[in-house]
Every structure is written in C-alpha cells, then in structure tokens.
C-alpha cells in the first residue's frame, strides 16, 4: 500500500529563516505531487505541483519554491521567511494519468516569529 | 478558474439529527471529491464520483453528484460526535491531476 510522509510536524521559525519542508511518498512510482497551504479551518491553497523529476509549476507567486530531486521526493523551500508564510502546509499525491485523486500526508505546522 | 462554492460554512447540531452539506460551482468537473479533516491532520478522501446523477453511500454518508456534473451534496444521517470535522469538497477535470478545493464546511456533532 501506498503511504505519504511528511517533516517536520512542527515548525517554529523566525522572520528571514530559511525553510526545507520534505515530503515522500512509498509504495507506488512517478507520482503526481503536489503544495499546498491551508488557513486555518478552511479550503486548500495549491501552491506548486509535479508531474515527474525536476519539473515543477508555480500556481502563486510567493515566497517558496519547490523541488522533486528524486521521484518520491518533494521539498518546500525559502530563502527568507516572511510573517505571512505562516500556516499548515500539506503534500499530496495522486496517480499519474489516474482518477483526481489525491491522498494526503499529515502536514506541516509552520510559525513564524 | 473554476470556484467551487461550499455551504453553509458552518454546522453545529446535536448527535442524532440529519444534516446536509452543499458544493456548487458553474463550472462542470470530470470528478468530485469529498474529504474529511480533523484538526492537525491532512484531510482523508471519502469518496470521489464520477457520472451525472451518480448517488454513492458510505455507511450513514450518502454523496450525490448532480445531472449536470456542476454540483454536489453530502447527507449525513442520525450524526455522531465523530463525524465532527471540516468537510472538503474538490472537483477534478484537469489533466495534471489538479484539483479545485471548496473552502469547507465545519461541522460540530454535540452528543
């Protein structure tokens, strides 16, 4: 079976930090992968997808940026945290070529101070 | 951009009532997907559906996908405290595998 995992759980980093949020996923080949942000107690923000190694398209420009150095593997980064980078960060995967769906890992909790 | 409109934005109701929550959009989707999430956690897929006027059930969750593929409906029958949580809905019909989310119903199930 496939799962999706997620680090950190929590996040507590100051304002101008840089940030390295890892994601990936077992049990299943070329993925779809995708961002997202969500505020608190409502919908989901997609912030970067990928539909293979080393590509990525940007949904909002932002402050992060996205990486997939290995199939499996999805990396959320920053340089330099604003305030407004705050959130619940969430990755997902679904079946290349497949139904729409997506299945979620646990996501990521990011304060910044 | 397709939107896909949930409501209301929020439950609350007492252990046992019925409720029913809405996802409506102009746009027509391939498929659409319902999720359920609890604080802290990602949100875990329901169901998802697929045809016109398809109607799938889930133990005491009965989703219904209307004729038009713009719409859909989740009921909930006699709701227990566990079924507390923030509904998604998400329609699909992009070929990267996209989908569009609804900004989610919160429901509070008080015994």
């Known amino acids: 079976s496939q799962t999706i995992h997620q680090w950190p759980a929590t996040l507590v980093q100051p304002v101008g930090s840089p940030l390295s949020l890892e994601c990936t996923v077992e049990?299943?080949?070329?993925?779809?992968l995708y961002w997202y942000r969500q505020a608190a107690g409502r919908g989901l923000q997609l912030l970067f997808y990928?539909?293979?190694?080393?590509?990525i398209s940007s949904e909002v420009p932002q402050n992060l940026s996205a990486s997939r150095p290995q199939d499996r593997q999805f990396i959320l980064s920053s340089k330099k945290l604003l305030l407004s980078d705050s959130g619940f960060y969430l990755c997902?995967?679904?079946?290349?070529?497949?139904?729409?769906?997506?299945?979620f890992g646990p996501g990521t909790r990011l304060t910044v101070t | 951009t397709q939107l896909l409109e949930q409501s209301p934005q929020f439950l609350s109701i007492q252990e046992g009532e019925n409720l029913t929550v809405y996802c409506n959009s102009s746009s027509v989707f391939s498929s659409l997907q319902w999720y359920r999430q609890e604080p802290g956690e990602g949100p875990v897929l329901l169901v998802t559906v697929v045809t016109g006027g398809e109607v799938k059930k889930l133990k005491r969750l009965t989703f219904q996908f209307g004729d038009a593929r713009k719409d859909s409906s989740l009921h909930i029958t006699a709701a227990q405290p566990g079924d507390t949580g923030l509904y998604l809905c998400?329609?699909?019909?992009?070929?990267?595998?996209?989908?569009?989310f609804g900004a989610g119903t919160q429901v509070v199930v008080t015994p």
């Open positions: 998400a329609g699909g019909g992009d070929s990267w595998g996209k989908l569009q």
């Open positions: 997902a995967w679904s079946i290349a070529g497949g139904p729409n769906r997506q299945y």
């Open positions: 990928s539909v293979g190694i080393g590509q």
């Open positions: 049990g299943t080949s070329n993925p779809n």
